[in-house]
């Protein structure tokens, strides 16, 4: 457990685009899925009416600190010791339909303050994180009813009377404002009732937004928890309806009830994948171990051309893939040439593999035709693209999350665009998702402390 930190520092606030972005700059919270705290607390860095922000901002006023302190530690507190109807309750008359006649007395000074300073940020990420604070004790308590109910609060609103209080009208913009923004679409995933818009290609990755999101160390501690439960929950799902895919359902006699396929992936690929990935003795796991053992202290220089022949084993001998073992060792002597005479270790390791997956991923590297991404889409391989970033992955557990924020960079870049544009994106996430759920163990690549 630790302390509120609210830490006075001067933040140089980005231009944001129009698209609202709720983000803060936060000192790293050690601390595990199970833990509720009291909060720590930065500012915000991007504002919520999408203007361009160019503006310093000084030291946060005492008063501001102490009010966001004293708020967030009421709503901790009222989590440990009522009920979730009660939590709820609270939750409503203080941010959703606010009400200063139900609020308790000794946070009369502190909504004062905000309303003084004209906080919008700070309002808004009170209210994210007592939202997702709500999320994560219906997930401890196995209660998950109450998250319909949270969100129920959002969309059934109380319309404004005529002799509101100027607080309540406040509340009710800073409540529609949060509403706006892309962490409300993320509260809003947690509620299949919900509905913001209409279908798209790209909501059948939604374990992969989820899964980026407690990589993000923007990201408050509150919503990367509740991210983490509902992403191990969904993929938990997928593996078991995967394997028994693969187990029945290929193979399916006519008259035999049949089994679901929860892929795009035509059965027969489907088989060939997994007969590529899942190797019972010298697999993709072992070939990385016998790779690190031999290479795990050479210098730089030596390790970036060991490498190369690594991640190429079993597919470069493709005639179609003749060009690409010259693009990765272009792009490898290009990294880092003044380390190529140090002794590598685990940081330059992950680091190298980081930039790779980088490199392999980047969509703005789709507008050059010789790129290997461009290369790789143009020929539909999407299996040994799969296979290069397992190979990553394997040699470097703590690249994993660099691998899941490149792809949904990558989904991001082309959300917009058509789902017949986007056949070779998803070809490409249905393999790789494949891939990742056969071949890797995440309990071993992947925990939560590590998006910390």
Same mark, same amino acid.
């Given at each position: 457990?630790?302390?509120?930190?609210?830490?006075?520092?001067?933040?140089?606030?980005?231009?944001?685009?129009?698209?609202?972005?709720?983000?803060?700059?936060?000192?790293?919270?050690?601390?595990?899925?199970?833990?509720?705290?009291?909060?720590?607390?930065?500012?915000?860095?991007?504002?919520?009416?999408?203007?361009?922000?160019?503006?310093?901002?000084?030291?946060?006023?005492?008063?501001?600190?102490?009010?966001?302190?004293?708020?967030?530690?009421?709503?901790?507190?009222?989590?440990?010791?009522?009920?979730?109807?009660?939590?709820?309750?609270?939750?409503?008359?203080?941010?959703?339909?606010?009400?200063?006649?139900?609020?308790?007395?000794?946070?009369?000074?502190?909504?004062?303050?905000?309303?003084?300073?004209?906080?919008?940020?700070?309002?808004?990420?009170?209210?994210?994180?007592?939202?997702?604070?709500?999320?994560?004790?219906?997930?401890?308590?196995?209660?998950?009813?109450?998250?319909?109910?949270?969100?129920?609060?959002?969309?059934?609103?109380?319309?404004?009377?005529?002799?509101?209080?100027?607080?309540?009208?406040?509340?009710?913009?800073?409540?529609?404002?949060?509403?706006?923004?892309?962490?409300?679409?993320?509260?809003?995933?947690?509620?299949?009732?919900?509905?913001?818009?209409?279908?798209?290609?790209?909501?059948?990755?939604?374990?992969?937004?989820?899964?980026?999101?407690?990589?993000?160390?923007?990201?408050?501690?509150?919503?990367?928890?509740?991210?983490?439960?509902?992403?191990?929950?969904?993929?938990?799902?997928?593996?078991?309806?995967?394997?028994?895919?693969?187990?029945?359902?290929?193979?399916?006699?006519?008259?035999?009830?049949?089994?679901?396929?929860?892929?795009?992936?035509?059965?027969?690929?489907?088989? +060939? *994948?997994?007969?590529?990935?899942?190797? $019972?003795?010298?697999?993709? !796991? @072992?070939?990385? /171990?016998?790779? %690190? &053992?031999?290479?795990?202290?050479?210098?730089?220089?030596?390790?970036?051309?060991?490498?190369?022949?690594?991640? +190429? *084993?079993?597919?470069?001998?493709?005639? $179609?893939?003749?060009?690409? !073992? @010259?693009?990765? /060792?272009?792009? %490898? &002597?290009?990294?880092?040439?003044?380390?190529?005479?140090?002794?590598?270790?685990?940081?330059?390791?992950?680091?190298?593999?980081?930039?790779i997956i980088r490199y392999l991923l980047n969509p703005e590297s789709f507008a050059d035709?010789?790129?290997?991404?461009?290369?790789?889409?143009?020929?539909?391989?999407?299996?040994?693209?799969?296979?290069?970033?397992?190979?990553?992955?394997?040699?470097?557990?703590?690249?994993?999350?660099?691998?899941?924020?490149?792809?949904?960079?990558?989904?991001?870049?082309?959300?917009?665009?058509?789902?017949?544009?986007?056949?070779?994106?998803?070809?490409?996430?249905?393999?790789?998702?494949?891939?990742?759920?056969?071949?890797?163990?995440?309990?071993?690549?992947?925990?939560?402390?590590?998006?910390?």
């Amino acid at each position: 457990m630790f302390a509120p930190s609210f830490r006075k520092r001067k933040v140089q606030l980005p231009n944001t685009s129009s698209d609202k972005v709720l983000a803060w700059h936060r000192r790293p919270e050690q601390t595990s899925p199970q833990q509720f705290t009291e909060m720590q607390i930065g500012y915000p860095k991007a504002t919520f009416e999408g203007q361009a922000a160019a503006i310093e901002q000084n030291e946060r006023p005492d008063e501001i600190i102490e009010a966001s302190e004293e708020i967030l530690n009421f709503f901790v507190e009222l989590s440990r010791t009522a009920s979730i109807s009660s939590l709820l309750e609270q939750f409503d008359i203080f941010f959703i339909n606010h009400d200063p006649s139900g609020i308790p007395a000794q946070l009369n000074h502190a909504i004062y303050q905000l309303l003084v300073y004209n906080c919008t940020a700070d309002f808004i990420y009170l209210l994210n994180r007592c939202a997702f604070l709500i999320v994560n004790t219906c997930f401890l308590q196995k209660k998950i009813k109450y998250v319909e109910k949270l969100m129920g609060l959002f969309q059934g609103r109380s319309p404004l009377a005529s002799n509101a209080a100027l607080s309540t009208r406040k509340f009710r913009d800073w409540v529609e404002s949060y509403m706006d923004s892309r962490q409300y679409k993320v509260l809003a995933l947690f509620s299949p009732a919900v509905k913001l818009q209409k279908k798209t290609w790209h909501d059948r990755y939604v374990t992969l937004t989820l899964l980026a999101q407690t990589f993000d160390a923007e990201v408050s501690i509150e919503q990367r928890q509740a991210c983490q439960w509902l992403y191990q929950f969904l993929k938990s799902r997928y593996k078991f309806q995967l394997v028994m895919f693969l187990a029945k359902g290929c193979d399916a006699a006519p008259n035999e009830e049949k089994v679901r396929n929860p892929t795009f992936i035509h059965p027969a690929t489907l088989k +060939l *994948i997994q007969k590529v990935v899942v190797k $019972r003795n010298q697999g993709y !796991p @072992q070939m990385a /171990e016998d790779f %690190l &053992a031999l290479h795990e202290h050479d210098i730089y220089g030596d390790f970036k051309q060991a490498l190369v022949k690594y991640l +190429l *084993i079993s597919i470069g001998g493709d005639r $179609r893939l003749k060009w690409l !073992p @010259q693009k990765l /060792e272009q792009h %490898l &002597a290009e990294l880092h040439p003044e380390k190529n005479s140090v002794t590598v270790g685990h940081h330059l390791i992950t680091k190298t593999c980081d930039e790779i997956i980088r490199y392999l991923l980047n969509p703005e590297s789709f507008a050059d035709p010789t790129h290997p991404f461009t290369l790789l889409m143009i020929q539909r391989e999407f299996l040994s693209l799969g296979i290069i970033l397992l190979k990553l992955v394997l040699v470097s557990p703590r690249s994993y999350g660099q691998l899941v924020i490149s792809l949904n960079e990558l989904m991001q870049h082309y959300h917009h665009k058509s789902k017949a544009e986007c056949e070779w994106l998803t070809g490409l996430l249905e393999t790789v998702q494949v891939i990742l759920t056969l071949a890797v163990n995440e309990g071993q690549y992947y925990s939560f402390t590590k998006a910390v």
